[in-house]
């Protein structure tokens, strides 16, 4: 049912296919585990203490029926017939004892499953986080923003459900059963052997519990992975989705979605309605069975009334940990599905990876000579740029033109090294992207891009994003460089004022202003420029022109644009086509003949007037 739901929505649910092929089984894969084990290595003294304290538990918790044994043995006996209180009194002495030690052991326990349960999440959480932020654009481009956050929040949390309740279960029912199965065989084995009559029974429910909540819990993961991926993309497009009347058919959607859910949740909820009572039911009838044989032995004398009440007591003791157990298992369902999908993530390579230390080359000052040796390159298998050869000395300004699809932006990419060359090089003064570590490059090489995303911080913070370190003043003087000074005090609050939400409260030519200010800030040697006035009007366009000279100033620079007035400031222009070179010359020069960049040129100027 849910795989055809999956290819239904296949816009939506084709990106989460991981839902789908998550292995969910009883047995940890290689990556999964080693991940569990690096994380809980640096925690294994702190584990022996757990153990120790929860056997001393269930040591303690054992003596309960065994005091009751002799209180009706012995302390009673000797009381009513001897007036003689110290069997009781040591009995019920025992019980206080056992009581605290249980009361004290617990604690224990509790307390540092709890701490080392906290200190693997946080150690998992940063992890995930930080490997996220170092994966390249190309990881990110094909992993949506729903499976990022349920990376960070679900499953993160489904290990910390495992590790803070699930093995405080799994230990203490393993170890109740072992030592109550031990301590029934011992009262009496033909009493325990009436029990394990049942245990047949139990093992075939349990089986077919388990079966069947891997089948039921696998559909509810995966029908609410598209919930939350539909719930995720059309609230992030809410902008289109209102735009274009989308809501009723989102609604239906989800609505169908919502529905999917429900019905694969009641699925494991009357698995588990059927499994406990089932359990109960049994445990039930092996207690009268239980009854009926030891009161025959009691009157044969082969058994006490307190070892036949010990044993009951003992009996019910058997039942809790078996319905714990099969709680114990959805939980560990819940984390492997997690442990492997986070796994999965923290084993993704970044397809441009980071210099090895022995082969990085520090470059501590940059020229900003940029150079394009036989460059191929294609996303995926799309071939998008063939055989570039491209030179520019430090210090051009330098305009790539070219219609839509060209390859403009991508020829950006490569300069900033988002992604890396099929075959051929991308070198700065003569150093290949490739052996530059990225905090230099980044440091060397900027590109300011259309969407210039703001964070919902003040707009001094956002200039000095350029520059962490940077001073109010200068961000101050940056602001006035690129002319943004005059409208950012204009704003209530000044340079303190927030910009709202991924700067909602800016029109886009001031976010345009604002990242401007951040590229002045952070001074690079090769700025790019991709559409990067595209949404200024033509006013704040002749604006932003004078703040583009002082931005440029001093630096190579690379512009992309399609209105040709920032053409005109430039030493040169390209023109791509097709993913080629096709013409490459001062702007005069190739006005002056019949070009490419004439066409574009003309078709430009007959749109303005
Ligand atoms: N992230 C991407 N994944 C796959 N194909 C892409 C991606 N970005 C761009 N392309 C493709 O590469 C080609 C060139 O795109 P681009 O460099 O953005 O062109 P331009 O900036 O000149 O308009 C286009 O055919 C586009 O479909
Ligand atoms: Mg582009």
Redesign the pocket.
């Known amino acids: 049912m849910s795989v055809d739901l999956a290819t239904r929505w296949r816009g939506v649910a084709a990106e989460d296919a991981e839902v789908i092929t998550a292995p969910v089984n009883a047995m940890l894969r290689g990556r999964s585990r080693r991940l569990l084990s690096s994380l809980m290595r640096p925690h294994v003294r702190a584990l022996l203490g757990a153990t120790a304290l929860i056997v001393g538990f269930d040591i303690a918790s054992m003596a309960g029926p065994l005091m009751v044994q002799q209180a009706i043995d012995r302390g009673i006996p000797a009381l009513t017939r001897h007036h003689d209180y110290w069997p009781l009194g040591l009995t019920v002495l025992g019980l206080v004892l056992a009581g605290a030690v249980q009361a004290s052991t617990d604690y224990g326990f509790t307390y540092v499953t709890g701490r080392v349960g906290q200190d693997v999440l946080l150690d998992l959480r940063q992890r995930v986080f930080d490997h996220f932020q170092y994966l390249s654009?190309?990881f990110h481009?094909r992993y949506t923003s729903g499976r990022v956050t349920s990376r960070l929040t679900s499953d993160v949390e489904a290990i910390s459900d495992l590790l803070m309740d699930g093995l405080q279960v799994l230990a203490w029912a393993a170890l109740t059963i072992l030592t109550v199965a031990g301590i029934l065989v011992w009262s009496d084995p033909v009493l325990a052997g009436v029990v394990f009559v049942a245990a047949p029974f139990v093992a075939v429910l349990a089986r077919w519990f388990r079966r069947e909540s891997v089948k039921a819990y696998r559909a509810t993961r995966e029908t609410i992975a598209l919930v939350i991926v539909h719930f995720v993309e059309s609230l992030g497009g809410i902008r289109a989705v209102q735009a274009f009347r989308r809501e009723p058919r989102n609604q239906e959607i989800f609505a169908a979605l919502n529905d999917a859910y429900r019905g694969a949740t009641q699925r494991s909820i009357r698995l588990v309605a059927v499994f406990g009572p089932g359990v109960k039911a049994m445990g039930n009838a092996t207690l009268a069975g239980v009854l009926l044989v030891g009161a025959i032995r009691v009157e044969h004398g082969r058994i006490t009334v307190g070892v036949l009440a010990a044993f009951i007591l003992y009996l019910r003791r058997f039942l809790d940990p078996i319905l714990d157990l099969s709680q114990f298992y959805t939980l560990f369902q819940a984390a492997a599905a997690a442990l492997e999908k986070l796994s999965g993530v923290l084993e993704e390579e970044p397809t441009v990876p980071e210099p090895t230390p022995g082969s990085a080359t520090l470059l501590t000052s940059a020229q900003g000579r940029l150079d394009f040796d036989d460059v191929t390159f294609?996303?995926?298998d799309?071939p998008?740029?063939h055989h570039i050869d491209l030179h520019i000395p430090a210090g051009q300004t330098v305009a790539?033109v070219?219609?839509?699809?060209?390859?403009?932006?991508?020829?950006?990419?490569l300069m900033s090294r988002f992604y890396d060359p099929t075959s051929g090089s991308v070198r700065l003064d003569g150093t290949d992207l490739r052996s530059i570590p990225r905090d230099v490059l980044r440091r060397h090489v900027v590109m300011v891009t259309q969407e210039s995303f703001l964070f919902s911080r003040s707009v001094a913070d956002n200039i000095r994003f350029g520059r962490p370190g940077a001073t109010d003043e200068e961000v101050r003087r940056a602001a006035t460089a690129v002319g943004a000074h005059q409208f950012i005090l204009s704003m209530p609050g000044g340079y303190a004022a927030s910009v709202g939400k991924r700067g909602s409260r800016l029109s886009a030519g001031q976010r345009q202003l604002i990242s401007f200010a951040r590229a002045f800030l952070a001074d690079p040697e090769v700025l790019i420029l991709?559409?990067a006035t595209a949404s200024l009007d033509i006013p704040s366009e002749r604006l932003v022109q004078r703040a583009l000279l002082t931005l440029l100033r001093d630096r190579t620079a690379v512009i992309?644009a399609h209105r040709l007035t920032t053409v005109e400031i430039a030493d040169r222009v390209i023109v791509?086509s097709d993913?080629r070179v096709v013409e490459d010359g001062p702007p005069p020069e190739l006005l002056s003949r019949p070009s490419r960049y004439r066409q574009l040129h003309q078709a430009w100027a007959d749109s303005l007037v």
Not at 402 to 413: D, I, M, P, S, V
Request: no cysteine; glycine share 18%; proline share 0%.
């Open positions: 654009i190309a481009e294609g996303y995926r799309h998008v740029l790539l070219g219609e839509t699809g060209a390859g403009k932006t991508t020829l950006a990419r991709d559409e992309i791509v993913g």
